[in-house]
């Protein structure tokens, strides 16, 4: 009765409409040769149900955050090849992509044993399109606009003529500098391109290619020159001559896979560097665990990109992701979810202990590797807000006296750590030390986003607090926010209440010990919450809309742009039911995002405080692969062409027809 195949579940949706409230139904079938009673079902999302939901033909007996538990009506039995089928008619939010459905499901049994449930994906009533996975890969014409292949586009091409294609490069460092570029550049391409051979001796066929430092050049800029006798990079940094690299590498691989569509020039010059100095990616492992080799693997695919920072989003509510010595309990307890665990499944993970952590050794490899490839690293940990699994693991960060419940958006509850008390900061700052140590680039980014209206409404420690700091009038305000719902991402409304006067406070004393450490501390924008935090020595993520971010760099922070509406890849690349991916913030796909402008509209005061741009991948959504590969590519290239390129160098018609180069993280490479 445990095996696979011995219960099915299948999940529908159907809208609400004038006449009909909407209904999610799910539908267990018991495919085994023996009776059960006494059970429940388990599912998890991203759909979570609202906990005051009305549920026909069983009932919601717990729920956190989109993990569900329905019990069927007392003295139910499901005899064999028989069917129970309940609906719910209230959630968080509506459904509106096939990946928002359960995406896992359990029984928990009468003996308390689990079972594994198989399911399918939730099908929309009346929509049967077939479901998309995999990334969309643009086909490469027979003609295209320009000659050679490069993305993101350089700032100027002027190269003619066409040459025999080389079997490879055989690259002449002169210099430490060089040596490392070409040893950087060599090892990326033998990991992205296994078979090509695209770096090889002269005695193999390789092309003759001169490196060496130049003066008059930016930290990431480089010019290629091209004749008869082989190929000189220049540049006046080793990330310079690595991105040099870049390009003709790339030109390489569009003239050796469509010799008919490119050349590889005999003559002629590029000359390049970056429009943004921050060209960004964020990667949220807490949602969904992604190993140290397929971080591996995405940092070459940046570096393909010429991203130059990865944002690690290393905790979160779901888990808690990097080792600590000084607390292993939160990686003991924070890195795992499944059945009877402090963190329930999530999410799609099922009833078994799921996830995983990066232990220190696994962290220098992956910093060691994005140093290499021009990636300077920065650590995110969520705080005080998004804190679940953390709090599941140190719970001496929430006062013992607190009591009543406040949710966050994500439906999890009393999910912040509390700022009130001494053994936050003592414990927070062991953890950033360690961080510290761990992470060269000495910029830590500390999140501080939807922290719920009501955070600490309970704790009385907190309420002293805010006598001390705001009188009893704020204190007895906040009181009264007990048992509030936060039901916005962002909660616009924080700002000024007794949450934002103890996050501000929180927030400054964190910044001013990253200082002192030498640090540079990011933040969501939320950690402009009270105009505390030294601006100096620090930065902002603009994540709600251009304008949001427009006014917070004039009142003087520096910013990087990545509002959801277009730069947060879990969003759908449109709005068919058929895609995966989220919906609150809407959809973007590919040339939307390419043509999107971040910072329309913004002063020319403004713009010095622009730092550059971003793509964040949040991986609610992410439950396999291909979800992941459909949802980033070729997205995250049109963000690289944002920051790389200036604008009136884009070109749609050319990035489309190039883009089908580019490498993907887990499809199978087209040009192998």
Not at 67 to 92: K, M, Q, R, Y
Not at 241 to 251: A, K, S
Not at 456 to 463: D, E, T, V
Not at 519 to 540: F, M, P, R
Request: one cysteine or more; hydrophobic letters at 40%; charged letters at 20%.
């Amino acid at each position: 009765m445990t095996s696979k195949s011995a219960f099915r579940l299948e999940t529908t949706w159907a809208p609400a409409t004038a006449s009909e409230k909407l209904a999610y139904s799910l539908t267990l079938t018991n495919l085994s040769s023996k009776a059960i009673e006494g059970f429940a079902l388990c599912v998890s999302g991203p759909a979570r149900i609202d906990p005051a939901v009305t549920v026909e033909g069983g009932r919601l007996a717990e729920r956190l955050s989109n993990h569900s538990e329905f019990a069927p009506p007392d003295g139910f039995v499901l005899e064999p090849n028989e069917a129970w089928p309940i609906t719910a008619h209230g959630l968080s939010y509506p459904l509106r992509h096939w990946t928002d459905g359960a995406t896992a499901a359990y029984l928990v049994l009468a003996d308390g044993t689990v079972a594994p449930v198989a399911s399918v994906p939730t099908k929309a009533i009346g929509d049967n399109a077939v479901l998309k996975r995999g990334a969309e890969i643009y086909p490469v014409p027979a003609r295209a606009p320009v000659p050679v292949s490069i993305i993101p586009w350089p700032q100027t091409v002027a190269v003619s003529s066409r040459r025999a294609v080389p079997q490879g490069l055989a690259l002449r460092p002169n210099g430490a500098a060089a040596a490392d570029a070409a040893g950087a550049f060599g090892t990326l391409v033998d990991s992205l391109f296994t078979v090509e051979g695209i770096v090889r001796n002269e005695a193999e066929g390789g092309l003759p290619v001169e490196l060496g430092i130049a003066d008059g050049f930016g930290p990431e800029a480089y010019a290629i020159g091209f004749s008869a006798d082989g190929v000189a990079v220049s540049a006046g940094t080793k990330t310079g001559l690595f991105y040099g690299l870049v390009t003709l590498g790339q030109i390489l691989r569009g003239a050796r896979s469509h010799p008919e569509t490119f050349v590889f020039p005999t003559e002629g010059e590029i000359r390049d560097q970056p429009a943004l100095g921050w060209r960004g990616t964020h990667l949220d492992v807490a949602r969904q665990f992604y190993a140290t080799a397929e971080i591996k693997t995405f940092l070459r695919i940046l570096a393909w990109n010429k991203l130059n920072r990865f944002h690690w989003h290393l905790s979160d509510d779901e888990a808690w992701r990097v080792e600590i010595s000084a607390y292993p309990e939160l990686t003991q307890v924070g890195a795992w979810r499944g059945h009877g665990l402090p963190v329930p499944p999530l999410l799609g993970s099922g009833p078994e202990p799921s996830g995983g952590y990066y232990t220190k050794a696994a962290v220098r490899e992956v910093v060691q590797l994005a140093g290499q490839l021009g990636i300077e690293v920065v650590p995110e940990i969520d705080v005080p807000g998004h804190c679940y699994a953390m709090l599941q693991a140190i719970p001496e960060l929430r006062d013992p006296g607190e009591g009543g419940e406040y949710f966050s958006v994500q439906g999890f509850p009393n999910n912040c750590i509390n700022p009130a008390r001494p053994e936050t900061y003592h414990v927070l700052e062991k953890i950033l030390d360690e961080l510290i140590e761990l992470f060269p680039f000495k910029t830590i980014h500390i999140g501080a986003d939807e922290v719920p209206l009501g955070a600490w409404s309970g704790s009385l420690q907190a309420l002293a607090r805010l006598t001390e700091v705001g009188g009893e009038g704020l204190a007895a305000a906040h009181a009264k926010r007990l048992n509030v719902v936060t039901n916005t991402h962002g909660a616009d409304e924080i700002d000024g209440s007794g949450a934002a006067v103890l996050q501000a406070e929180f927030l400054q004393r964190i910044q001013s010990f990253l200082a002192s450490r030498g640090c540079i501390t990011g933040g969501w924008q939320e950690a402009a919450h009270g105009n505390v935090i030294d601006k100096q020595k620090s930065y902002l993520c603009g994540w709600r809309t251009v304008e949001a971010s427009a006014a917070l760099a004039g009142e003087g922070y520096a910013m990087v742009v990545c509002p959801g509406q277009v730069y947060y890849l879990d969003m759908a690349n449109s709005p068919a039911w058929s895609e995966p991916g989220a919906a609150w913030a809407g959809w973007s796909d590919p040339e939307k995002l390419y043509g999107f402008d971040p910072v329309e509209g913004w002063t020319d005061d403004q713009k010095t405080k622009l730092l550059g741009v971003q793509a964040c991948i949040w991986s609610e959504p992410m439950t396999d692969r291909a979800v992941f590969d459909r949802l980033v590519f070729p997205r995250i290239s049109a963000l690289a062409e944002t920051g790389w390129t200036r604008p009136e160098r884009k070109s749609w018609e050319r990035f489309k027809a190039l883009a089908g180069l580019m490498p993907v993280l887990y499809g199978a490479n087209l040009l192998v």
